[in-house]
């Protein structure tokens, strides 16, 4: 399965194999931001309150929400469902994504009001129009040049406008109850894990970024007003793309601490990836957490 090939990144592909259907198995793609984006939706939740949260007060009607980089479009629902008086768009270079975009508006009886766009997020922004909030999660990184689509993406806000991102904080983190008949292993290669991702962070897509937001934002003409971490821990739901997913991200785990860890600790987690026991995935804790970034338009003095 084409996920967490480095244990950070969701998606282990390059920029443009993020925009062209082609390049990556789309449906395993798919199925898998589809469990990471409803595991971690609470997050994205409470963005999306942030934002309305200050629209409100500015005494704004949002009228046009538009997702860049919106995959499977499940923050594209979120967002219809915060704002029921908009038309969300859901921009992606992936017509396969957007036909699930649509599926799931379908679903979720949003269809009227969510209307998909196909877009290269290094391409020409103005064909999704004017809007009200920009939405992007998890997938700015993946722009050539990240100033220079910020930067178009401001030319579509609107002068109330707001921009938010979503970008990975800490990498995925999935603990079992079962503690695979070696008490205190989920400490340990947490422990072993901070390790790896100290000295690694330099290196994995997106997190070397994460922290260069506000400058980026800042060179492309916006002002950030609101910048934190969030963070949250779900129950995983026990359906086969969950658990493919936590599977994918377990060996990943194995593979990124093995020169951190115990080798007892890490031959127990891959045998458990590979053995597949499913009594012991039951009540699987998913730790998520994400850089939040709320900007505007800068106002140039007269």
Same mark, same amino acid.
């Given at each position: 399965?084409?996920?967490?090939?480095?244990?950070?990144?969701?998606?282990?592909?390059? %920029?443009?194999?993020?925009?062209? #259907? *082609?390049?990556?198995?789309?449906?395993?793609?798919?199925?898998?931001?589809?469990?990471? *984006?409803?595991?971690?939706?609470?997050?994205?939740?409470?963005?999306?309150?942030?934002?309305?949260?200050?629209?409100?007060?500015?005494?704004?009607?949002?009228?046009?929400?538009?997702?860049?980089?919106?995959? =499977?479009?499940?923050?594209?629902?979120?967002?219809?469902?915060?704002?029921?008086?908009?038309?969300?768009?859901?921009?992606?270079?992936?017509?396969?994504?957007?036909?699930?975009? %649509?599926?799931?508006?379908?679903?979720?009886?949003? $269809?009227?009001?969510?209307?998909?766009?196909?877009?290269?997020?290094?391409? #020409?922004?103005?064909?999704?129009?004017?809007?009200?909030?920009? +939405?992007?999660?998890?997938?700015?990184?993946?722009?050539?040049?990240?100033?220079?689509?910020?930067?178009?993406?401001? %030319?579509?806000?609107?002068?109330?406008?707001?921009?938010?991102?979503?970008?990975?904080?800490?990498?995925?983190?999935?603990?079992?109850?079962?503690? /695979?008949?070696?008490?205190?292993? +989920? #400490?340990?290669?947490?422990?072993?894990?901070?390790? +790896?991702? %100290?000295?690694?962070?330099?290196?994995? =897509?997106?997190?070397?970024?994460?922290?260069?937001?506000?400058?980026?934002?800042?060179?492309?003409?916006?002002?950030?007003?609101?910048?934190?971490?969030?963070?949250?821990?779900?129950?995983? =739901?026990?359906?086969?793309?969950?658990?493919?997913? /936590?599977?994918?991200?377990?060996?990943?785990?194995?593979?990124?601490?093995?020169?951190?860890? *115990?080798?007892? #600790?890490?031959?127990? /987690?891959?045998?458990?990836?590979?053995?597949?026991?499913?009594?012991? +995935?039951? *009540? $699987?804790?998913?730790?998520?957490?994400?850089?939040?970034?709320?900007?505007?338009?800068?106002?140039?003095?007269?």
């Amino acid at each position: 399965m084409p996920v967490a090939q480095n244990g950070f990144s969701v998606i282990g592909m390059t %920029k443009h194999e993020h925009s062209h #259907d *082609g390049h990556f198995d789309v449906d395993l793609v798919a199925a898998a931001l589809e469990a990471e *984006g409803e595991l971690s939706s609470s997050l994205a939740a409470e963005a999306i309150a942030c934002c309305a949260d200050l629209l409100a007060d500015q005494g704004r009607t949002v009228e046009h929400v538009v997702d860049f980089g919106s995959g =499977p479009g499940v923050h594209t629902a979120l967002l219809a469902g915060r704002f029921p008086g908009a038309t969300v768009t859901a921009a992606d270079g992936s017509t396969a994504m957007l036909a699930r975009v %649509k599926a799931r508006a379908r679903r979720l009886g949003l $269809a009227d009001r969510v209307r998909t766009c196909s877009v290269d997020l290094n391409g #020409d922004l103005r064909i999704v129009g004017s809007c009200d909030l920009a +939405w992007s999660a998890m997938a700015i990184h993946h722009a050539e040049d990240e100033v220079a689509t910020l930067s178009s993406i401001r %030319k579509m806000l609107r002068p109330h406008g707001l921009l938010c991102l979503l970008e990975r904080a800490d990498p995925t983190s999935v603990r079992l109850a079962d503690d /695979l008949g070696r008490p205190g292993i +989920w #400490d340990r290669l947490e422990e072993a894990r901070t390790e +790896w991702f %100290k000295r690694g962070r330099p290196t994995l =897509p997106g997190a070397r970024n994460a922290e260069r937001y506000r400058s980026m934002l800042a060179s492309a003409g916006l002002d950030v007003i609101e910048s934190r971490t969030l963070t949250d821990t779900a129950t995983a =739901p026990e359906d086969p793309a969950t658990r493919e997913f /936590l599977s994918d991200q377990l060996r990943a785990t194995a593979r990124n601490v093995a020169d951190f860890a *115990g080798a007892a #600790d890490v031959q127990a /987690l891959a045998a458990l990836v590979e053995e597949r026991h499913d009594a012991r +995935w039951a *009540g $699987a804790a998913v730790t998520s957490s994400r850089r939040l970034f709320i900007a505007r338009p800068r106002t140039v003095p007269r």
